[in-house]
């Protein structure tokens, strides 16, 4: 199944390489497509569980979903996961 997802805190090429880098460990999704100007990841998966999976991936990384809570210390892990895209591209 293909699904997309519109972001928050998503600032650059780094982001993107993090954002693409985690979820596609994760058992099952594939695909993984981050587009910087629209703000949106698009991947496939197989199950749910899996989709659950990559919606708490991208909180834990700082990138919260669109409607979703957007606190400080999300903002902060965002610059953290941006840098270490940045990093290892």
Do not use: H, W
């Amino acid at each position: 199944m293909e699904t997309c997802f519109t972001i928050q805190n998503l600032k650059c090429g780094g982001c993107a390489n993090t954002i693409v880098t985690e979820l596609s460990k994760i058992e099952g999704v594939s695909n993984v497509i981050v587009n910087n100007d629209t703000k949106v990841v698009s991947l496939n998966f197989d199950t749910e569980t899996q989709l659950e999976r990559v919606t708490k991936r991208l909180s834990n990384l700082g990138y919260p979903l669109i409607g979703k809570n957007n606190s400080l210390p999300k903002k902060a892990k965002s610059f953290v996961s941006c840098a270490v895209g940045r990093m290892t591209k």
